[in-house]
């Protein structure tokens, strides 16, 4: 039997205030940890971190960065520099 529910609270959004950036990060490497199984393979994990980038800072940085990390060819690669970022 497959659930869709998810473990824990899902990170709040994240706007762009480079004060907040390092627990916002761990916050969504801690929630992707405890929901492994949903979030398997890397296009889910950047959906989630860019779905999560909003505003006019973060905001803009996640679709400027969204075809350029979606369409690389080494999606675990581009999902660390965008987390790194």
Known sequence: ???NS??????????G??????DFKTR??????AN??????DGAKIALFLG?????VAGVWA????????SDDDAQ???NAAIAA
């Open 1 to 3: 039997m497959s659930s």
């Open 6 to 15: 998810e473990v824990g609270v899902k990170p709040e959004a994240f706007h």
């Open 17 to 22: 205030d480079r004060a907040k950036s390092k």
């Open 28 to 33: 969504v490497r801690m929630f992707l940890r």
């Open 36 to 41: 492994s199984t949903k979030y398997a393979n």
């Open 52 to 56: 999560l980038c909003q505003g006019d």
């Open 63 to 70: 679709s400027q960065r969204e075809d350029e990390i979606l």
């Open 77 to 79: 690669e581009a999902y």
